[in-house]
């Protein structure tokens, strides 16, 4: 029973980090990943858009399935998982292999290896010490640097550049695990994004999830202005709110933020999102004209609840603000809260009377007493509320994304661009029991180039051997050069 | 042997060139006339009209050259592309210096960096690799490409606010060299199926199913009795006009649904000939195959025309509104790439079949372009992964999430899963050849999708281009 435990354990091991498995997630990856750019999405579509595009019977369907919101089912968590434990376990199998090559290289090669290395060369030798000697030489002049290597039946030399490149596929690994580990764990299960929305002079730390719950933060945000830009045709060109952090009652920090510049707070991120209207009135300008003909036309700033005097009897206050009005059956109605057809409705009282009027801007028959009141009010300008929209996040997990960011970088580097290449010169003796060096090299990527490193570096060990050769076989060759300098 | 090329049409081996010369002189001494007229000369749009001109005199002489193999063509051809290349840089200037930022920010904008981009390394390609044939697929497209400028919306249009940052150039400058990388290791692996000696009739299969495709997607839009559904535009907004929020609204052109239709049949005729001559095994069929798609080229072109003509300018009335609204060729840039692209691909099979030896003679062997498609996706990759590392920095900044799984973004990242899984089995398991150069094409397809599909098809935040 154990043993057949045991079994399965490995089988399910060997499975998940075979390439084949790799190949059949990715391709299940990929094909729920196009089927959540093709159906809708849940919280990103309008409920009512939802309704609309699916049959109700097709809509129950997609939603117990969660191809509504694919990328945050638990099946699709669930794979990505597999994802990486496919990638680990492939990791982890192919590792101890690459980690000996990378820890313990082949310096020594022997004869079976000698033979069927497919780049290599011959190059008679007098003797061995001249021969390797040569190749030292030789070495040095491509800048690298080589070791002796003594065993006991042999005698070579190794060279080598860029091991690393041999680990390079396990840091591109390791950083997509990075990927993984922070958008699928640690924001998955720490972060949350909301969203703020504040008026100039307000200040709050409560925060609405997507879910519609609230989050309260231990500090809180206060907006000391908000506003837009607009190029000439309308189009939006810059939002703006200038926001102030507060915690334990005091003022910490100060920012203006736009767009593409937020406000980072303990890890809290403050987004410019939108901006827009409150439809609320902010202040209304009027000019007051009394129509007793006798006093001065006078210019009143009117803001909500607040009372004007006009003169020593008379006051006025702004009662009600529609931002988008529509009459019915003789009462005055919003239809939306959109500044596009605004109204407004004044008090009038008179202290010595008592008589209130409802004066309305613009007079609407039936229902304003315009008539009535002491002074004519003309409209010259309107201020409305404004609100600023902050889109507000916590990513813990973006740190492991930017490390790992940066690890494929360096990873694919090595991977496509940084070869591991090795040199072994051995000296040997052929079958006729002539000395020759024997000189081989190998390397792990873009072989023609190599070939064409590994064709200098023999033609320069044999520069190397020739004047010492010269030397050896005949001793006047040395004067040669000179003779050729004092011929001139 | 290119010397007895020559010799072998003495009559037509500077006809063409003095032919394609003419016009070229023709061509900028009439739009010099009305230039004179207006004044202002070195505009945008006359230096892209310039542009037009060279690369379309360099795109006759690169034909010229693939169909007659006369090789002195090239070396105006190039001289031609060079002058274009000039023009358009002037263009991409200009144009830099009008909106005060790199041209990224808009489909037209993209499209005059995407042609600059092709053309200089239509040149690079052939002065260093000596691939000298690469005008012949590169210069048509970018014909196209400066034609399509035309017809978008070209003005200057301001930023906006999430649009304003150094990301954007950043991130768009990845991406179109990840995707010229792209293109690159797709033409080469064409290039490497025909020196493979794969047979002529599969790029016939593969031409056929890509042209019956198009017409396929594009008979979606036929309507009722012949009718043929097209997006209103809104002259004035310069816009296309919607009904609700992601609604367009759909104006029917009466008839052309049937010209749509007929060249639907047209074009699955060398399709069904060649399903034929597969199944009977009769190769008799391949030779009315061949006839089949000249045919078809006639009538795509024809639909073309008749597409241009009546989407221009005309006024039709909707299903789903009262009254007559215009339409405009800006409206409907999908169906018109389609349109040209099909036409493109079989004139691209027509020059295989009939100067398959010319290309093999001059195309680099298989092997060597083997090892090339893959260098080039050595270095497409990094380029694609950086560009979505920089988009989703970008993201962070602007949206508030490094990662939404927004359709551009979800593409993006698919692109990158084909790849690596194109490297993966070319490292680990060894492929080579055939299967890597189909992986290759499959890379490229889904680059395509990601580009234009999502921006047409699938709606987003990723809505700029």
């Given at each position: ?6 079994s ?7 499975t ?8 059949v997630?990715i391709?299940?990856v990929?094909i729920?990943?196009i ?17 609309r595009a ?18 945050h ?8 998982l ?8 492939a990791s982890?199998?192919?590792f101890?292999?690459?980690w000996r ?8 090669p022997?004869?079976g ?23 030292e ?30 680990m ?7 950083s997509?695990?990075l990927?993984?580990?922070?958008y699928f ?6 972060g949350?994004r ?9 200040a ?8 519609g719950?609230?989050r ?9 202005g ?12 810059r939002w703006?709110s200038?926001?102030?952090v ?5 003022e910490?920090s ?26 609320k009135?902010?202040r209304?300008?009027?000019?007051a ?11 009143i ?5 607040q009372?004007?005097?006009?003169d020593a ?12 009005f529509?009459?019915?059956?003789g ?10 057809n ?18 309305w801007l ?9 008539a009535?009141?002491?002074y ?6 309107l ?6 929209g ?19 970088a ?7 661009y940084?070869?591991?290449?090795r ?7 052929d ?10 090299g ?14 200098r ?13 010269e030397e ?10 000179k ?6 | 042997?290119?010397r ?23 061509l ?10 207006s004044?202002?000369i070195?505009s945008?749009?006359?230096l892209l009209?310039a ?5 379309a005199?360099?795109?006759a002489l ?14 105006f ?13 002037a ?8 909106a005060g ?9 993209m499209?005059l960096?995407f042609?600059w ?17 690469i005008?012949?697929?590169t ?12 017809l978008?919306r ?6 906006v ?8 150039h950043?991130?768009?400058t ?7 990388a ?8 064409m290039?490497?199926?025909?020196q ?17 495709g ?24 310069k ?14 052109i ?44 006639l009538?795509?072109?024809l ?7 009546r ?9 789903d ?12 840039p ?10 493109f ?17 001059l195309?680099?062997?298989a ?5 090339i498609t893959?260098k ?9 992964t ?6 989703a920095?970008w ?23 084909v ?5 993966h ?6 492929w080579?050849g ?6 290759a ?16 098809l699938?709606?987003?935040l990723?809505s700029?281009?």
């Amino acid at each position: 029973m154990a043993l057949s435990l045991h079994s399965a354990i490995r089988k399910t091991w060997k499975t998940l980090s075979s390439i084949k498995t790799g190949v059949v997630l990715i391709i299940l990856v990929v094909i729920f990943a196009i089927a959540g750019t093709i159906i809708l999405q849940r919280p990103l579509t309008d409920p009512d858009e939802m309704t609309r595009a699916y049959s109700p019977a097709m809509l129950r369907f997609l939603d117990a399935t969660g191809l509504t919101d694919v990328y945050h089912a638990h099946w699709f968590v669930a794979l990505m998982l597999l994802v990486s434990l496919s990638i680990i376990a492939a990791s982890v199998q192919r590792f101890p292999n690459a980690w000996r090559y990378f820890a313990r290289p082949y310096k020594s090669p022997e004869e079976g290896f000698r033979r069927v290395l497919p780049i290599q060369a011959h190059l008679a030798i007098t003797d061995e010490e001249q021969g390797l000697g040569a190749a030292e030489r030789a070495f040095r002049h491509m800048h690298l640097k080589s070791e002796r290597i003594v065993r006991p039946d042999r005698f070579s030399l190794f060279a080598e550049r860029n091991r690393i490149s041999e680990m390079a596929v396990y840091i591109v690994h390791a950083s997509l695990l990075l990927f993984f580990l922070g958008y699928f764990v640690v924001d998955a299960f720490y972060g949350w994004r909301g969203f703020l929305m504040l008026s100039p002079g307000m200040a709050s730390n409560q925060v609405e999830m997507k879910s519609g719950e609230i989050r309260s933060l231990p500090f809180s945000i206060r907006c000391d202005g908000s506003g837009e830009e607009t190029y000439t045709d309308g189009t939006p060109k810059r939002w703006w709110s200038k926001l102030a952090v507060v915690d334990n009652g005091q003022e910490i920090s100060r920012k203006e933020i736009v767009v593409n510049d937020p406000l980072v707070y303990h890890g809290v991120r403050f987004y410019q999102a939108s901006f827009g209207r409150t439809g609320k009135l902010d202040r209304l300008v009027l000019n007051a004209i009394p129509r007793s003909g006798t006093g001065q036309a006078q210019e009143i700033s009117l803001g909500p609840n607040q009372i004007v005097s006009l003169d020593a009897d008379t006051k006025v206050q702004v009662a009600e603000f529609i931002p988008d009005f529509v009459v019915q059956g003789g009462h005055v109605y919003a239809r939306s809260n959109d500044v596009v057809n605004p109204a407004v409705r004044l008090i009038v009282t008179s202290e010595k009377t008592n008589k209130v009027v409802n004066f309305w801007l613009p007079e609407i028959p039936g229902v304003a007493e315009n008539a009535s009141s002491p002074y004519n009010f003309e409209p010259k300008d309107l201020k409305t509320g404004v609100f600023t929209g902050l889109e507000v996040s916590h990513e813990p997990g973006q740190w492991a994304v930017w490390a790992g960011v940066i690890l494929m970088a360096i990873g694919l580097t090595f991977v496509f661009y940084v070869v591991h290449v090795r040199f072994w010169v051995v000296p040997v003796q052929d079958a006729s029991g002539n000395l020759a060096l024997w000189i081989g090299g190998s390397a792990n990527r873009n072989r023609d180039a190599f070939e064409q490193t590994f064709k200098r570096f023999v033609e320069q060990v044999e520069k190397e051997l020739k004047p010492k050769f010269e030397e050896a076989a005949e001793k006047p060759a040395a004067s040669l050069p000179k003779t050729t300098t004092a011929g001139r | 042997m290119a010397r007895a090329r020559v010799e072998q049409h003495p009559a037509t081996g500077m006809t063409l060139v003095v032919m394609v010369g003419l016009s070229i002189a023709f061509l900028l001494f009439i739009a010099f006339l009305n230039v004179v007229k207006s004044g202002d000369i070195l505009s945008e749009a006359n230096l892209l009209y310039a542009a037009l001109v060279f690369y379309a005199g360099a795109g006759a002489l690169y034909l010229g050259f693939g169909v007659t193999g006369t090789e002195s063509y090239i070396k105006f051809a190039s001289l031609a592309t060079w002058a274009g290349l000039i023009a358009n840089t002037a263009a991409v200037a200009h144009r830099w210096y009008e909106a005060g930022h790199p041209p990224f920010a808009s489909l037209y904008e993209m499209l005059l960096s995407f042609v600059w981009t092709l053309a200089a390394l239509t040149l690079i390609a052939e002065k260093r690799y000596a691939v000298k044939v690469i005008g012949t697929v590169t210069m048509p497209v970018a014909i196209v490409g400066v034609v399509l400028m035309q017809l978008l919306r070209s003005e200057v249009r301001p930023l906006v606010p999430a649009l304003q940052s150094t990301w954007l150039h950043v991130h768009v400058t990845l991406a179109m060299l990840a995707y010229a990388a792209c293109a690159l290791s797709f033409a080469l692996a064409m290039m490497f199926l025909i020196q493979d000696k794969l047979k002529t009739e599969n790029f016939l299969a593969a031409t056929s199913i890509f042209t019956v495709g198009i017409y396929a997607s594009v008979l979606t839009r036929f309507e009722g009795w012949g009718g043929f559904n097209v997006i209103a535009w809104d002259a004035e907004n310069k816009s296309e006009v919607f009904l609700a929020k992601n609604v367009r609204l759909f104006v029917t052109i009466p008839d052309l649904g049937w010209l749509m239709l007929l060249v639907f049949a047209a074009v699955i005729a060398p399709f069904t000939l060649y399903i034929l001559t597969r199944v009977r095994k009769n190769d008799g069929f391949l030779a009315v195959a061949n006839r089949a798609v000249f045919i078809s080229i006639l009538l795509q072109s024809l639909a073309l025309v008749f597409f241009v003509i009546r989407v221009r300018d005309g006024r039709y009335s909707s299903l789903d509104a009262e009254g007559l609204y215009p339409t405009n060729l800006a409206a409907s840039p999908f169906i018109l790439s389609a349109l040209v692209a099909g036409i493109f691909a079989n004139l691209l099979y027509l020059l295989l079949l009939w100067r398959r030896e010319d290309l093999e003679r001059l195309l680099p062997d298989a092997d060597t372009l083997d090892r090339i498609t893959y260098k080039t996706i050595c270095i497409a990759f990094p380029l694609l992964t950086l560009m979505i590392a920089a988009g989703a920095y970008w993201a962070n900044r602007a949206w508030g999430s490094y990662w939404n799984w927004d359709p551009k973004e979800t593409w993006a990242a698919i692109t990158w899963l084909v790849y690596a899984g194109y490297l993966h089995m070319r490292i680990t398991r060894g492929w080579r050849g055939r299967r890597a150069a189909y992986f290759a094409i499959l890379g490229f397809g889904v680059v395509m999708f990601t580009f234009f599909g999502v921006t047409y098809l699938l709606n987003g935040l990723h809505s700029y281009a």
